[in-house]
């Protein structure tokens, strides 16, 4: 088990390291990266303490370089690698009515056409996943066909995906659904069965994303990670944690028995780490990547904590008795079976996480050891004039 | 648009005419059917005032009866004909923990064979329609593995499709989906997604069944439509409205403009009634089917005001200006194209349906028309004594 | 029934006027205000062509001017009055872990004495409603007291409301709640029952604000208004409408028969139009007062239909046959109930509608008056230059 | 905090010891007591093995006696004694449209009449609390009035708080809300709002009762906890836990950080025990109940799990370092008294617990102890013929 927590992999977010907010206010912080070095800096920081967050997703154009090479290259002698690669096509007026589901062919056009330059950008960076999430919907019952929509979506991923083929064969196209927000009567892609479709059409290098806050109230998330497993088309994670909408929270911190059941049916399907290394045919590996936004608290600190937290679901879900566990699912005893994987949830997996840091040559504690760096001090007296990056820039 | 109305076809379920109730209490009306022939007596009476309910669902064992042929002789007789077979896996002691999905062999062969019991029923029926829908899933996290049960419901259903195929080849399968209820944790089927995705794997005779209260709060269900559409897999429909949960009650009752939205979503693809009868192969046809619990009001007068709810909801949808919509959208004109829906909407389509049944021969008003004919008297008088049909029973 | 529907006062806020949006994205659009004074001649045009929206509630900062009387008086001139004072404790840096909750006592003074500049600026306006809105909260478990909030909470309120009782006797206090957004985990005032409790404890001219998007999921929220007008303490509304969240979309799109059991219970409260206007003692005015974002449809013809939309809501009210009404459920007669209030739900009432425009005097249509008046073309035409008001500007 | 431990007390329902079930199917176990007598014997069991289980709730007319001294006696002979009565105004033809809501006066005097029986089998019994929960509610929009329903209510209420008052004055009036079901379109007590006002009206002798299962999705639980313990209006709980409706799962089976997070409140309102027994001026005292339906699973076990679960919650609260926490708040620090928080919650408080009940005299862990006793084997042996309790029964 210590094996495996060791190997984990939880890819942090470039944006996770501006600031962000609300639709009504966005809260400046203090020692907020200006440019993506920065922010790659600042995520370098979160793998340094904890060991197992190698890779930082990046937002295109938030992360707009001249030369992405060089950028791949700082990454690198951080400590770090470039991870997904996500395009943005909801950031200007032109997307007022969709991006690649707009009604107009031009706006279309423009929208595949960036997706396009993403796969490229991910080829140059040697990324591994182009992550695809859509703000496209409607407001209103009528406002547009929801058919049309799935028509022109259904062109422009596959415009894409054919371009991935040429020039990126070990990228991954991963495709991201939400039940709500921004469009607020229809979201073009609203859950993992539109997304799922989507992929059975494209081919097998496209998988479905599962976001934890994008779905509706009570929907059981572990069972569509099982489902998705089970066809062999769980791409990722965006992990967050909500209490009502897509509210970005730490991950863990609205349900912490949630996050443990989603690694639970992780573990049970044998996808903690990738299976068969180097060979793509047989690989079912799962890429967990952050998505949240730290409006109140401090970024790295935010960051350190979530990775935390997923460390900690998964050794509990590690630590199920998965022999006993299907001794008493066959018996039919109902009490038995929760009562085993109770028995895992319970357990303070705190100090065994401190041993995996220790045998990997880390402080046991991530987020003393970060506040003791003085790596926050020196972003808060260095960053000072130029814009501080922004949710959205 | 008149022509249409009258021959749309809405199916009425045997159970909406016995007691039901919640699980806190039953409430018990007079004249309540004792046997599967009053069931089906009493659905005439709707299709009587409605002209356009000429089937009844049955569900097996509830309407269990010795001579299959004879129930369907008698329904001919009463001017209806049996329409869709549901079968019932969830109210057996042995169902306790799943009928098809249960950990227990024995079990689901007695379930798998139930099933095929039913296939057999609607061969001899005439039905054209098995129609499928689990109670199975799990209360508690850890209960049983989602992965064996969805290997264990992809087996029910490809050797209850082998035999459909092989003696029924002119049934349709509809695989049904539930949210939630009775099982609070997981549902097998819990969402179109994993419907649709059985269905895949079974064949071009397997679709997917909407009900319209099987969703979490805030579920886009004319999306779902569409889709499903789009794919060629909407099935049909149980039709009934809810507030909260699964209420089952009277449709359109608790969000009359929902309803109208699906039917859009219907008249746009064209399936308002089936594009080509008598050519399965270009079949698109959707069975409108009622499922509604009448728990507190009358049941036959229940089920005339949901048929013509459903009328209502389709003369409004047909009302839609398609050439002036389509060039809304293309414009971009949110407020228009809104509005052209908000105008059909907004219409009193009740004196064109009342034109409509005076065209068919019928009294524009079938409540009255039902009032005043005495039969619910006759009933009141004629049944006693006997055991009164329950949910369940 | 048409003179109180030409009675009916429906009051419009400045920040419709402005652009708004999304976390995501606020789109820009073309002619839009750039100061107070020209949101109250937008404001002015819905009036002018619906007839009854004589008021704007104002919003301070964002409508801060120089002289009060001054922006009063420009108002009259237009045909308008100044409407509800909202103060806004949400956009500065100060107020991350809340205003008059924020467990810093000086921050907390600081948004009291906002609170009280707002009542200021009513009594030179001549406001009647102290509109108040607290977008206080926490986001994770623990992160502050709940208990200590609702102190400081009861504390600024009774501050507040003592200023507002010395200087502003005509005003009202109107507290809004909100279920959720832009706090996650703890909303300060999250639903009626909390407003209520603060009501009671602060006085008579203190009452519950609900806005119709600020519910739970499946809540009934004509049985909050009922409640609230029962116990005397329903002040005013803020309408919208929403499919999942606070999505803030006009009035009646989402679900147009919500909106009309919201009128009804208004109506058989006889509390349309206030009772007995000059008599503050007997006064059960309710304040019905638009809050809503056009993100992508233009502002002042989205107003407009917004106005349409509760009349349309308020006359099929109005249309309930109200003895039968009470004669049927008398009886206990459930479908006949319902199907006195569905008969007045499915009239169509807009040519009543264009009847009381007519006899007022105005166009019959007032988006088409509207769009022929060439005032979109002026605004877009001169309002070039200078900062387009946004939403939070 | 072990002192705290012991003394905590926790109710189990009599009607938890019978069958249940969903609308769908009420499965059958082995066992199942047949009369008030044999459910108090089996509570007596979760009393012996937890020590913290020294009361049953009993329901009227489902436990209906000749004596109820008598029954009172026997239960103190093994070792418990009654706790809250309960009436039963939901399970009669009579009661198709409400109990103490009904339009038809005859009913309500029905039901009046049945409230104020209980209150004379509280006295009798020596019951601390009367604990309404009523059905009633509409189904369908128009089918009553909303505020008549009040009015109607207020009265019952009214009437059994003078009978109270005057026969019984150490009871406690609980008034529970729910909601939704079985009522779908309103229930006339649907929130902790409705309920508190009633309660404001009556008297300082009637509380709010807390089902945690009877909220809209998404609502924060410890909010309304808070809220009541702040007026003094917080009576007791019944808990359970649920995924979407109202499970009456076993309590911290589905979100056990949210049966914490209440506990939390409790535990920093100084109300886990009353805190001047005797002087009931003081009185705090917060009556924890378990109301829950264990359909799949055996009840006893399931009763004394939900018993040990609701003690983990306890001490994981009562670990939190609420010095430590005050200053984090007080400084803003979110990360920190997070932090704080999850620290207590991380911590695997079962040995404690262990030790909790060795010092008790008890065995460490009750499930096994109860295993081991022989009792299971017993009541499926003896309880042979007669008609097994039901929900319901």
Redesign the interface.
């Known amino acids: 088990m210590r094996k495996l927590l060791a190997r984990q992999h939880i890819e942090t977010p470039s944006w996770a390291y501006a600031n962000s ?5 966005v ?2 912080q203090q020692g907020i990266p200006r440019d993506a070095y920065e922010k790659i800096a600042d995520a370098a920081q979160v793998h340094r303490y904890t060991g197992v967050a190698p890779t930082v997703a990046i937002h295109i154009p938030w992360d707009t370089v001249d030369d992405y090479a060089d950028l791949a290259r700082f990454a690198r002698d951080e400590g770090v690698a470039i991870g997904a690669v996500n395009p943005n096509t ?4 032109d ?3 969709g991006s690649v589901c707009n ?2 062919p031009k706006i279309r056009r423009k929208a595949i056409d960036h997706l396009i330059e993403c796969v490229h950008i991910g080829a140059e960076t040697g990324s591994k996943q182009l992550s695809l999430w859509f ?1 496209d919907g409607t ?10 929509r ?1 028509d022109r979506m259904a062109d422009a991923l596959a415009q894409t995906y054919q371009v991935m083929t040429d020039v990126a064969p070990e990228m991954t196209m991963l495709v991201e659904y939400k ?4 469009a ?3 979201m073009d892609l ?5 997304s ?2 989507h992929c ?1 059409h494209l081919g097998e290098r496209a998988k479905v994303l599962v976001d934890t806050g994008h ?6 998330i ?2 569509i990670v ?2 998705l ?3 062999g088309r769980l791409g990722g994670f965006h992990f967050n944690s ?4 897509d ?1 970005d ?2 991950v863990g ?6 996050l443990f ?1 989603i690694m ?2 992780i573990v ?2 044998g996808a903690v780490v990738p299976s068969a290394e180097g060979d793509p045919a047989a690989d079912n590996s799962v890429a967990f990547m952050l998505d949240q936004g730290h ?4 970024k790295i ?2 960051e350190i ?1 979530s990775v935390m937290n997923v460390q ?1 679901a998964t050794a509990k879900a590690l630590s ?1 008795d998965l022999d006993a ?2 001794t008493a ?2 018996a ?1 005893d ?2 038995g ?6 028995d895992a ?4 997996v ?1 100090p065994l996480l401190e041993q995996v840091r220790t045998d990997m040559g880390l402080a046991p504690d991530p ?1 003393a050891a970060y506040a003791a760096s003085g790596y926050q001090q020196k972003i808060i007296e260095e960053r000072v004039g130029g814009t501080a990056a922004g ?2 820039a």
Do not use: C
Not at 90 to 93: A, V, Y
Not at 139 to 148: A, F, K
Not at 253 to 258: H, V
């Open positions: 907010g609300t639709r009504f206010k809260f400046n909801f950031q200007e007026d997307y007022r009515l009604p107009d703000a407001n209103y019952p009528g406002q547009d066909s929801i058919r049309d799935q039940f709500f927000e921004p607020f009567y229809t609203p859950d993992w069965g539109t799922l479709l059975l779905h509706a109230p009570g929907t059981n572990e069972m099982a489902l497993l089970r066809e909500r209490f009502y909408a509210d929270l730490i911190a609205a349900d912490p028995f949630a059941r639970l049916e049970q399907a409006n109140l608290e401090p600190p935010g904590r900690e199920v566990l299907g699912r066959q039919g109902v009490l079976a929760n009562g085993i994987v109770m949830y319970n357990t303070d705190r987020l949710w959205g």
